[in-house]
Every structure is written in structure tokens, then in C-alpha cells.
T-cell receptor, first 110, second 117 residues
Framework: QKEVEQNSGPLSVPEGAIASLNCTYSDRGSQSFFWYRQYSGKSPELIMSIYSNGDKEDGRFTAQLNKASQYVSLLIRDSQPSDSATYLCAAPPGRRALTFGSGTRLQVQP | DARVTQTPRHKVTEMGQEVTMRCQPILGHNTVFWYRQTMMQGLELLAYFRNRAPLDDSGMPKDRFSAEMPDATLATLKIQPSEPRDSAVYFC???????????????FGPGTRLTVL
């Protein structure tokens, strides 16, 4: 079992819709979780971090964490074509450095 | 503005040659990470340092790869000898970790795209 798992997609949503990206992790000891966005040919860019159960909102982005289910999600409201990218979920297993999921490719159709 | 810088941005070399990649972390950050990204394997951690000390290099092929931090403003990743399978994008990232647990925010440099012929 991979430490951090994501559906590779592509996830296609129409402009203006809500995009929902999901991630599961295997290590119950993980305490912090991160979402990165990576445009093609660019480096990963941190967009959200979440440390406690529940929701965290930042503009059009909402991160959701459920430690009991070992599940992290990212919601993007009012999706724009500029949101089209690969979204990487990351968590630190134990005390180690971040482990990244393989990423979900999001396509927002104008 | 503060950002991680990496040089070179692109490198094409022949098999067997030595390759050195450099990274300048964000000033004040105490943790530096080296990642490799390929289509097949995704983003893999190669090595990381905290306060210039190597904490984990288990992801790195020891026989040909080496990572060092000669000072707080410079991290290097060296491949000798290089092989075609080393072709990838190599990212450096830095972060500020204040406690024993890892995993605080990391900020990535632009990457070095390496092609080994």
C-alpha cells in the first residue's frame, strides 16, 4: 500500500463547478497534510496546509481532513480554466519528510 | 521576494559525466530537500537536511549520488557517473521546521531538468 494515494485522473469539470480532489494516507501518525498545485513544466506550489480535523477555507479552496478515515480532500469552488493543473497531496509518515501522492490531473473545461 | 533558487535550470550531458546541481534555500529556512520527478515514478524524495545535517538519504542511489550542504546557503546534489536513467527533473525545496516532527511547509525551487544521453 502506498503511503499517500490519489486518483490520477484526469478529473474534468466545467468552468464554474466545484472540483473535488481526494487523497488517502496510510500512516495514522501523520499530523500535517498539504496540497500542492503543479502546472505542466513548473515546480509544485503550496496552496493549502491542514493540521486538524475539519475544514479549512482559503478563498476558493477548502481543505478537509478526517483523521479517523485517514482521508484528505481539496475542494475548488467556481473552478476556472487556470485551475487546470496536477494537484499533489502530501503527508509526513511518522517523523520523516513529506511523502507525495502521484497527483490528480484536473481539467477545467471553459 | 524570498524563493528557492536552483542552478542550472537545464543540463544535457553524456553518460558517464559528472553532474552537479546547486540549490540556495530561502534565507532562514533550516531544512532542505532534494526530490526527483519523472512521469513514471512521480515525485521521489532523495535526501534531506536539517540544520545542514543529513537526516535521510535512503532514497538516493548511494553508489553514484551524493548530497551535501557546505553552508547554510548552499546545497549540492552530485551524480557521478551519470546514466541515462538519471534523466529527470530534480527539485530542491526548503522549509522551516521548529519541532521534532517533520512535514512543515516546503517551498520548491524551479528545478533542474537533466538529460543524460
Amino acid at each position: 500500500q502506498k503511503e499517500v494515494e490519489q486518483n490520477s485522473g484526469p478529473l474534468s469539470v466545467p468552468e464554474g463547478a466545484i472540483a473535488s480532489l481526494n487523497c488517502t494516507y496510510s500512516d495514522r501518525g501523520s499530523q500535517s497534510f498539504f496540497w500542492y498545485r503543479q502546472y505542466s513544466g513548473k515546480s509544485p506550489e503550496l496552496i493549502m496546509s491542514i493540521y486538524s480535523n475539519g475544514d479549512k477555507e482559503d478563498g476558493r479552496f477548502t481543505a478537509q481532513l478526517n483523521k479517523a478515515s485517514q482521508y484528505v480532500s481539496l475542494l475548488i469552488r467556481d473552478s476556472q480554466p487556470s485551475d487546470s493543473a496536477t494537484y499533489l497531496c502530501a503527508a509526513p509518515p511518522g517523523r520523516r519528510a513529506l511523502t507525495f501522492g502521484s497527483g490528480t490531473r484536473l481539467q477545467v473545461q471553459p | 521576494d524570498a524563493r528557492v533558487t536552483q542552478t542550472p535550470r537545464h543540463k544535457v550531458t553524456e553518460m558517464g559525466q559528472e553532474v552537479t546541481m546547486r540549490c540556495q534555500p530561502i534565507l532562514g529556512h533550516n531544512t532542505v530537500f532534494w526530490y526527483r520527478q519523472t512521469m513514471m515514478q512521480g515525485l521521489e524524495l532523495l535526501a534531506y537536511f536539517r540544520n545542514r545535517a543529513p537526516l535521510d538519504d535512503s532514497g538516493m542511489p548511494k553508489d553514484r549520488f551524493s548530497a551535501e550542504m557546505p553552508d547554510a546557503t548552499l546545497a549540492t546534489l552530485k551524480i557521478q557517473p551519470s546514466e541515462p536513467r538519471d534523466s529527470a527533473v530534480y527539485f530542491c525545496a526548503s522549509g522551516l521546521v521548529l519541532g521534532l516532527a517533520g512535514g512543515n511547509e516546503q517551498f520548491f525551487g524551479p528545478g533542474t531538468r537533466l538529460t543524460v544521453l
